[in-house]
């Protein structure tokens, strides 16, 4: 086998599989079954620290050579994994200040999984070290196809610490970003309470403050904290490629935002993500318990899109599920099992969104430890569990059939750091720039519509916006000046707030006030955040939520409170919402709009979705309910292709 860099023209699956915890005789059969299954790829080894070198410098290659073995010459692809994520207990024993930090001080402990710091520069040489190991020994290994580093960066709430790392760290970073102290105090508004320092080593991480730090220090806080991740991961990165050509990637994970995924996503080969629809609704959809109970055993009918959508985006396209949820998970609030037919489901809509391949956590569930009760392929007895027959159903399904990124008509930009300065300044107990954003998406969704999700850096060209007839560009809290240039320039339509450019790249208000855009002929002169109970009525229905800005503007209003305030305004092919819509109006909108630029919508059935590859018209049916499809009947947990 050699390494293949090629996208591949059709889509593969596979499975996530730790031969260090079973028995060695075992793996030839589980290497066979998987090929008979018609898996091709077989992730292993990214929690495998703790086995590859038991004491400092003591190195076991000999299971792991012959687990690659065994895996390749069955006909597996490997998926290779640097083991970062679990430091073995010595680790702490030679650097004992490697753990990171919560908020309140203490050091995290050793027990679990993700117990370091990014800023520990020890230990990122130890993790280096051990993917160069890995890569020298691995590298040329031709049944290792890809490589993983690391797992899940973000996961357990690990991306902020506030050890005496991350605070060495943090003052080294801001003497890059500011030229001197002064033009920091200056940048961060250090007059207010007396604030000021004198020179950098004076300044903290921004916790235990006695009340709220300032929201320049947060963003500045931020900021370094998602370098470090991406310095970290590129670490290891540079490390494999001395050794290895293969492709390198990191699983991403669902609504994990504290990290800038599109900055990580330049210095991958390709990226993937983890997605565990039913564990997802119950713990980060923000979906009432009415939503909650409809879709329990199908997963929110757009959340996983979302990210398909989101994580195409961030980098060069090229993107995988890399986990997918088999049967019920062990970590969510309540864990029912999938609907039969969801498993076939979840992948073939991953597969309409671009996914190169699909592959399934776990192989088999594990009787010891913390997952136990989180299902796999197998049972811990190695009887098939109910998604096998699903599994097995697409394998042959998937056959010869095209891989399509597809071509959306319609864009919406989603950007790290206004998530941040979302979460640094809310201005209310229920706004999040994610809520608002997955809001916009969800009304897209709902009118039928195919969505590709940009990060800024995506836009920084003419060209690809110009391809878009509609861009949705809501919550983007500071925007350069370059992003402004390129959307009021914009071929399409762009709809712009609310709150655009609503602050500085150091969390101040600008003057003169936002959103300073010459074409919109729009200023928000205030705002005001609304209290859940209090929601304000537009006059064609539906409410303003949680957040609304007061406009000075001549520009045409398309749509206005019951009292006249304008909310969505319109001035040629740009257009500003002034405010956080409800769905009945996000969707009145999305068909006003789109109806402007001439983008057909239609209205989807409750729980259905579709996808157009520019192949194929995919139909997936999330209710609990039949529902009629382009003159087809499709059942819950249904796919119609067409
Ligand atoms: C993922 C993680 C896996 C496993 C899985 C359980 O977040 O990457 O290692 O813990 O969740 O659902």
């Known amino acids: 086998m050699t390494i293949d860099l090629t996208p591949p023209t059709k889509p593969t699956l596979g499975t996530c599989y730790y031969p260090e915890q079973w028995p060695k005789e075992q793996w030839q059969n589980d290497a066979h079954q998987m090929v008979e299954l018609g898996l091709t790829w077989v992730r292993i080894a990214e929690f495998s620290w703790g086995v590859l070198e038991p004491t400092p410098g003591e190195l076991c290659w000999q299971w792991l050579d012959e687990a690659i073995d065994v895996l390749g010459q069955a006909g597996l692809k490997v998926v290779l994994g640097t083991p970062s994520a679990t430091p073995p207990r010595w680790m702490l024993d030679k650097w004992p200040d490697m753990l990171a930090t919560d908020n309140s001080g203490h050091a995290r402990k050793f027990g679990s999984r993700r117990h370091y710091c990014f800023s520990h520069l020890g230990y990122r040489e130890e993790s280096v070290r051990m993917a160069a190991l890995m890569a020298k ?67 903290e991480l921004p916790n235990a403050t006695v009340t709220e730090a300032n929201p320049a220090h947060h963003m500045a806080y931020r900021r370094f904290s998602s370098d470090q991740v991406c310095d970290f991961n ?84 090229r993107w995988w599920v890399m986990e997918q949820q088999p049967g019920p998970v062990n970590w969510a609030p309540y864990n029912p099992a999938p609907l039969a037919g969801m498993v076939r489901l979840w992948s073939w809509e991953a597969l309409a969104h671009g996914a190169e391949a699909v592959c399934y956590f776990r192989w088999r569930q594990a009787p010891f430890a913390q997952e136990q009760m989180h299902s796999g392929l197998l049972r ?77 850096s995506a836009l920084e060209t003419q060209e690809v916006c110009d391809q878009y007839k509609v861009l949705w560009a809501p919550g983007l809290m500071h925007m350069t000046q370059c992003l402004k240039d390129i959307l009021v320039h914009a071929k399409g339509h762009v709809v712009w707030g609310p709150r655009s450019a609503a602050k500085t790249q150091d969390m101040a208000i600008p003057v003169p006030l936002p959103p300073n855009i010459d074409s919109l002929k729009v200023t928000v002169h205030s705002c005001e955040s609304l209290r859940p109970d209090r929601p ?72 259905v979705r579709c996808r157009n590859t520019g192949t194929h018209l995919f139909w997936f049916n999330y209710d609990n309910k039949h529902h009629d499809v382009s003159e087809q009947l499709l059942e819950p947990g249904g796919v119609l292709i067409q």
Not at 295 to 314: E, I, S, T, W
């Open 536 to 607: 304000i009525a537009l006059d064609q229905g539906g409410y303003v939520i949680n957040y609304r800005e007061l406009l000075d503007t001549n520009a045409n209003v398309i749509e206005q409170t019951m009292d006249g305030e304008p909310v969505l305004i319109q001035h040629d092919k740009q257009l500003y919402l002034a405010a956080w819509l409800d769905q009945t109006c996000w969707q009145r909108v999305v068909k006003s709009v789109c109806g402007m630029a001439n983008v057909p919508t239609l209205d989807m059935p409750e729980g």
């Open 137 to 203: 020994r691995y590298g040329n290994n031709p049944y290792v196809q890809a490589w993983q580093v690391d797992n899940e960066y973000g996961c357990h709430d690990t991306t902020y610490s506030y050890s005496d790392a991350a605070k060495r760290g943090f003052r080294v970073w801001l003497q890059q970003n500011y030229a001197n102290i002064n033009v920091l105090n200056e940048a961060w508004g250090n007059v207010f309470w007396s604030m000021q320092y004198n020179n950098f080593e004076q300044i």
């Open 380 to 456: 811990p007895d190695s009887s098939l569990a109910p998604c096998y027959a699903e599994i097995c159903q697409l394998a042959q399904e998937i056959e010869c059939f095209p891989i399509s990124k597809g071509k959306a008509d319609v864009a919406l930009v989603f950007d790290y750091t206004a998530q941040w300065a979302w979460e640094i300044q809310p201005h209310a107990a229920n706004t999040s720039y994610f809520d608002l954003v997955f809001d916009c998406y969800k009304a897209l969704r709902k009118q039928g519509l195919s969505v590709d999700v940009l990060p800024p």
């Open 234 to 317: 590129l670490a290891q990165v540079q490390a494999i490629k001395t050794f290895s050509k293969a492709p390198v990637s990191h699983n991403f994970m669902g609504r994990i935002t504290d990290f800038d995924h599109a900055a990580m996503a330049q210095n991958l080969d390709f990226v993937t993500w983890d997605s565990y629809p039913l564990g997802f609704l119950e713990d980060r959809v923000n979906a009432t318990s009415e939503h909650q109970r409809q879709y329990d055993r199908q997963g929110d009918p757009d959340f996983q899109a979302f990210h398909h959508d989101l994580y195409r985006g961030v980098g060069n396209g």
